[in-house]
């Protein structure tokens, strides 16, 4: 069945570092790839998405490449603040319409 | 902004009782979803629903286990007899058609099973 594996954190960084979060998946066929945000004590946002292969997903600086050949979506942030401190999750959605398949969540610590 | 709400926030229920979770999904949205969060563990499917009726579930989602939409605007989450592995977040979201990127998510209610 289709999967989502992501690094394990904590990551932990000082505002303005470079932020990379790996995200790898098995699915078959062309999956929709998806990000969402949980904020402490908050439900899941939508942060980015990319729904075929080469799509970048972008959003508050975050951006995610959808790569067909290496099966990745690694969210990434060129400088990250303290208000980025949350967990990230990598999704995918079949394209057999199956619903979401979550990663595991990388919680992620930013200092000042 | 239009969102999806649930109620309450936080429940605390004895093993062995019922618990209903409830979810006003938007407006115009046609497709519901549970969704469930163990403390610290990844967020799992449970179910979905159109058109008044299960589309599709997990093995999670056992004979414990229902959803029904009463009226016009709630969607609500039963447990039968709670167990102390109920204790998670539940989340609730909405989607307008079948394309999931359209799916909000709900702020959650988080169930605690003594």
């Known amino acids: 069945g289709n999967s989502v594996t992501q690094m394990e954190g904590p990551v932990t960084l000082s505002e303005e570092a470079f932020l990379t979060i790996n995200c790898t998946y098995t699915a078959t066929g062309y999956p929709s790839l998806f990000w969402y945000v949980q904020y402490p004590g908050e439900g899941l946002q939508l942060l980015l998405k990319a729904t075929k292969a080469d799509d970048k997903g972008s959003n508050k600086g975050f951006e995610a490449t959808y790569r067909k050949e290496t099966t990745s979506f690694h969210l990434e942030k060129g400088s990250v603040q303290v208000s980025d401190s949350a967990v990230y999750f990598c999704?995918?959605?079949?394209?057999?319409?199956?619903?979401?398949?979550f990663g595991p969540g990388t919680r992620l610590s930013v200092l000042p | 902004e239009p969102e999806v709400t649930q109620t309450p926030s936080h429940q605390v229920t004895q093993m062995g009782q019922e618990v209903i979770l409830r979810c006003v999904p938007i407006s115009n949205h046609l497709y519901f979803y549970w969704y469930r969060q163990i403390l610290g563990q990844k967020v799992e499917f449970l179910v979905s629903f159109y058109n008044n009726e299960i589309s599709e579930k997990s093995e999670i989602f056992d004979d414990q286990f229902s959803v029904e939409r009463p009226d016009g605007s709630n969607f609500t989450l039963k447990i039968r007899s709670t167990k102390l592995e109920d204790s998670a977040m539940y989340f609730c979201?909405?989607?307008?058609?079948?394309?999931?990127?359209?799916?909000?998510f709900g702020p959650g209610t988080r169930l605690t099973v003594t």
């Open positions: 979201a909405s989607s307008g058609d079948r394309s999931s990127y359209e799916q909000y």
């Open positions: 999704a995918l959605e079949g394209e057999d319409g199956q619903n979401f398949v």
